[in-house]
């Protein structure tokens, strides 16, 4: 299968630099595979879609201010890209510009802050470094980190309100899991509200844990997707919450993941066991078709890019051609795009 295959074009004013006013008022295209109609709503109609039926599944993982800026002793900036922590404040990172580093290089972030370049590694231009701080890490990185928002979301660094406005929107409402250093954005345009609505028809709401890692940025860049590697992503899932798709499965209820983050580790976890089980483990799983999926029956995902490993997974779920008739429609109808646009709700 060619990554070519997979390619659209989308116009530029369509990646949706800002959320929307609410959560809740981003719109949703609705799928109807069964039908194969496509029909235009908007996020807070999912009340209406899901019932005792349903049962759903959201990535509680939360967005780390992984976004450094610091400088040598020569006063060079330097930007630390934080990705995860190895071991005893061994970090991997990326460095930018990193042909300004070497193993040694001290980088001063804050007072607080500071890491020594120990050596690259061979994966893309990733770096381990050692961090030198007292305390809590992560109350450092939320006094003196920036959310790590994507490529094409344009930001000043020095814009005070935007940066305010991303540390809120840029994070679920239900995230608890410090780890990730992208945000599994179909979960939001959840808002407590909506999520009381959905329990009080009688949908059951279960949570996983999968940290989103630099990957899910990276494009794929071999024209034959099966050379294509998964960047390893840790995730989570809690004996409470596979109870609760298990029993459920059993009584014949439909599982509805929010986001691609969710699906992988629900799929990765089956490849795993032939069921879902508590589990902590590792996943490179590649969705793309013809998968044929085993926990995971419908999704609620944001448009994705072109020729990206998300799209690939879409596909697998709703069928190549029907992704491609739908995304046509939503640049028809101007939807936002990516991160911060609106969503999809395959049902």
Same mark, same amino acid.
């Given at each position: 299968?060619?990554?070519?295959e997979?390619?659209?074009?989308?116009?530029?004013?369509?990646i949706?630099?800002?959320?929307?006013?609410?959560?809740e008022n981003?719109?949703?295209?609705v #799928?109807? @595979?069964?039908?194969? %109609?496509i029909?235009?709503k908007h996020?807070?109609? $999912?009340? +209406?879609? *899901?019932d005792e039926?349903h049962i759903?599944i959201?990535?509680?993982?939360?967005?780390?201010p992984?976004r450094l800026?610091g400088y040598?002793?020569?006063?060079a900036?330097i930007?630390?890209?934080l990705l995860?922590?190895?071991?005893?404040k061994?970090?991997?990172? #990326?460095? @930018?510009?990193?042909k %300004?580093?070497r193993?040694?290089t001290?980088?001063? $972030?804050? +007072?607080? *802050?500071?890491?020594?370049?120990?050596?690259?590694?061979?994966d893309?231009g990733?770096?381990?470094?050692?961090m030198?701080?007292?305390?809590?890490?992560f109350e450092?990185?939320?006094k003196?980190?920036n959310i790590p928002?994507?490529?094409?979301?344009?930001?000043?660094?020095?814009?005070?309100?935007?940066?305010k406005?991303?540390?809120e929107?840029y994070?679920?409402v239900?995230?608890?899991?410090?780890?990730?250093?992208?945000?599994?954005?179909?979960?939001?345009?959840?808002t407590?509200?909506?999520?009381?609505?959905?329990?009080?028809k009688?949908?059951q709401?279960?949570?996983v844990t999968?940290?989103?890692?630099?990957?899910?940025f990276?494009p794929v860049?071999?024209?034959?997707?099966?050379?294509h590697?998964?960047d390893?992503?840790?995730?989570?899932i809690?004996?409470?919450?596979?109870?609760?798709i298990n029993k459920?499965?059993?009584e014949?209820k439909?599982?509805?993941?929010v986001g691609?983050?969710?699906?992988?580790t629900?799929?990765?976890?089956?490849?795993?066991f032939g069921e879902i089980?508590?589990?902590r483990?590792a996943?490179e799983?590649?969705?793309?078709p013809?998968y044929e999926?085993?926990a995971?029956d419908k999704?609620?995902t944001n448009f994705?890019?072109p020729?990206s490993t998300?799209?690939?997974?879409v596909?697998a779920?709703?069928?190549k051609?029907?992704i491609?008739?739908?995304?046509e429609?939503?640049?028809?109808e101007?939807?936002?795009f990516?991160?911060y646009?609106?969503?999809m709700?395959i049902?």
């Amino acid at each position: 299968m060619l990554l070519s295959e997979f390619d659209y074009t989308l116009p530029e004013e369509l990646i949706a630099q800002r959320p929307s006013d609410k959560r809740e008022n981003s719109r949703m295209m609705v #799928l109807d @595979r069964e039908n194969h %109609r496509i029909l235009n709503k908007h996020f807070y109609d $999912i009340v +209406d879609l *899901l019932d005792e039926n349903h049962i759903l599944i959201l990535n509680d993982t939360k967005v780390i201010p992984a976004r450094l800026f610091g400088y040598k002793d020569t006063g060079a900036k330097i930007e630390v890209f934080l990705l995860k922590e190895k071991e005893n404040k061994i970090w991997e990172v #990326l460095i @930018r510009p990193s042909k %300004r580093v070497r193993p040694g290089t001290v980088i001063k $972030i804050s +007072d607080d *802050l500071s890491c020594e370049v120990k050596m690259p590694l061979p994966d893309d231009g990733k770096w381990l470094v050692q961090m030198f701080y007292e305390g809590d890490i992560f109350e450092i990185l939320h006094k003196v980190g920036n959310i790590p928002l994507p490529p094409y979301i344009e930001r000043k660094m020095t814009n005070e309100e935007l940066k305010k406005l991303d540390f809120e929107r840029y994070q679920t409402v239900y995230a608890k899991k410090e780890g990730s250093v992208a945000a599994p954005t179909a979960g939001l345009h959840f808002t407590e509200e909506i999520l009381e609505k959905l329990r009080n028809k009688g949908v059951q709401i279960g949570y996983v844990t999968l940290n989103v890692g630099i990957g899910t940025f990276r494009p794929v860049k071999c024209d034959n997707i099966l050379e294509h590697h998964m960047d390893s992503e840790t995730f989570e899932i809690k004996q409470e919450t596979a109870d609760l798709i298990n029993k459920a499965k059993s009584e014949g209820k439909k599982l509805v993941a929010v986001g691609t983050t969710t699906v992988r580790t629900l799929e990765s976890a089956y490849k795993m066991f032939g069921e879902i089980k508590a589990c902590r483990g590792a996943s490179e799983l590649f969705i793309y078709p013809p998968y044929e999926f085993k926990a995971v029956d419908k999704l609620i995902t944001n448009f994705h890019l072109p020729k990206s490993t998300l799209l690939m997974l879409v596909s697998a779920l709703a069928g190549k051609d029907f992704i491609f008739e739908a995304y046509e429609e939503a640049i028809r109808e101007k939807y936002r795009f990516y991160s911060y646009g609106d969503c999809m709700f395959i049902n």
